[in-house]
């Protein structure tokens, strides 16, 4: 028996209105009059073979002043997926939904750690190094996508608003881990959306608790005394006239979990941009380049004879290291990334 599958769209402080569009689909029509059509579908079923379950997430688009909170309900997964960057596109990965892909973009920052065989097989929507924003409306209608995922402003009214989206049948999604206030606990909180909202709730509770145990073994190898006294750690994200940095966020909370702690953890933001001035006020103990495709030697080399950093203690002791930059915002390779600041910070406890 056939029944028909909608994405109802409702958007907080509106009331919605219910009509019909016979053979074309249905029409959710809101109270300033914007109407929204979806296909018809049979009975749903999960990615995973099972029976598909009503699930409803709500976007936090007040977050980034783009418009008011507001909820969607998926009664079938999604079929075509787009996800900007490769932090976004590795999620898809790594739950095994590249099958519902239909582009993605690698950004800026490449995962230089996490390699997935499905990159080469998803079709790539802009050359490397360009994000999704500089894709024009007709080539992302013309992939016929249900499903986009990307940062706050790739939604915002000079890319893809949502408007834009829900117009052309587009559930937006930007994740809980690009939050300024975001933790891991924001990372396992996407892994369980996308779990419910393509029917895989099994895969990504399996990939949530072996970063959990990931972390958890990081913590036992550091012990306690790490934690009570972490490492003052400047990251070194781009910049010349003064230095984008990460402070709070996810960042943040992955620094720590690796024994340190920004030294511009007081900035109430994920990542800010301080003075040089600034940077060599705070005396960092070691310094954290962030590699975005596989530039980690010209920063280093520009940090070494750059006025203001050559003469930190951190240069001069030689306590320069690395972590991939995609990861380092909250991606499937944020936990690993996290052994890898420790194992580099504190070299003697990870012997043997």
Same mark, same amino acid.
């Given at each position: 028996m056939k029944k028909k599958a909608l994405i109802v769209i409702t958007i907080m402080a509106m009331v919605f209105v219910f009509s019909g569009c016979g053979k074309d689909g249905n029409t959710v029509t809101g109270s300033k009059g914007d109407s929204y059509t979806v296909e018809d579908g049979n009975v749903a079923v999960g990615t995973d073979g099972g029976e598909y379950e009503p699930y409803t997430i709500t976007l936090n688009l007040e977050r980034s002043g783009i418009g008011q909170n507001m909820e969607e309900t998926f009664t079938s997964p999604p079929k075509a997926v787009i996800a900007d960057g490769d932090q976004m596109a590795d999620f898809f990965f790594d739950l095994g939904l590249e099958d519902r892909m239909v582009g993605f973009t690698r950004g800026a920052c490449w995962s230089t750690v996490s390699q997935y065989p499905a990159r080469e097989k998803v079709k790539k929507l802009t050359k490397d190094g360009v994000n999704l924003r500089k894709a024009s409306k007709e080539a992302i209608i013309s992939t016929g996508c249900d499903f986009m995922m990307g940062w706050d402003s790739l939604f915002s009214d000079e890319n893809f608003s949502v408007k834009f989206c829900l117009d052309n049948n587009i559930i937006p999604y930007f994740p809980y881990c690009c939050?300024? %206030? &975001?933790?891991?606990? !924001?990372?396992?909180?996407?892994?369980?959306?996308? *779990?419910? #909202?393509?029917?895989?709730? /099994?895969?990504?509770?399996?990939?949530?608790?072996?970063?959990?145990?990931?972390?958890?073994?990081?913590?036992?190898?550091?012990?306690?005394?790490?934690?009570?006294?972490?490492?003052?750690?400047?990251?070194?994200?781009?910049?010349?006239?003064?230095?984008?940095?990460?402070?709070?966020?996810?960042?943040?909370?992955?620094?720590?979990?690796?024994?340190?702690?920004?030294?511009?953890?007081?900035?109430?933001?994920?990542?800010?941009?301080?003075?040089?001035?600034?940077?060599?006020?705070?005396?960092?103990?070691v310094i954290l380049i962030l590699d975005y495709n596989y530039d980690t030697d010209a920063k280093m080399e520009f940090l070494k004879?750059?006025?203001?950093?050559?003469?930190?203690?951190?240069?001069?002791?030689?306590?320069?290291? %690395? &972590?991939?930059?995609? !990861?380092?915002?909250?991606?499937?390779?944020?936990? *690993?990334? #996290?052994?890898?600041?420790? /194992?580099q910070f504190y070299p003697e406890k990870f012997k043997g």
């Open positions: 939050s300024d %206030s &975001a933790t891991f606990e !924001d990372i396992f909180k996407d892994y369980e959306v996308l *779990g419910n #909202v393509f029917g895989v709730q /099994k895969v990504a509770e399996q990939r949530v608790k072996a970063m959990k145990d990931k972390l958890e073994e990081v913590k036992k190898t550091l012990g306690k005394e790490v934690y009570k006294k972490p490492l003052k750690v400047f990251v070194y994200d781009s910049g010349d006239e003064g230095p984008f940095t990460a402070c709070q966020g996810v960042p943040g909370d992955m620094i720590k979990r690796a024994g340190g702690i920004s030294v511009f953890d007081d900035i109430k933001k994920g990542w800010a941009t301080p003075s040089w001035e600034e940077v060599v006020a705070r005396d960092p103990d004879t750059n006025e203001f950093t050559s003469k930190l203690r951190a240069v001069k002791e030689g306590r320069i290291y %690395s &972590a991939c930059a995609a !990861d380092m915002q909250g991606s499937a390779g944020s936990a *690993g990334t #996290v052994e890898i600041m420790a /194992k």
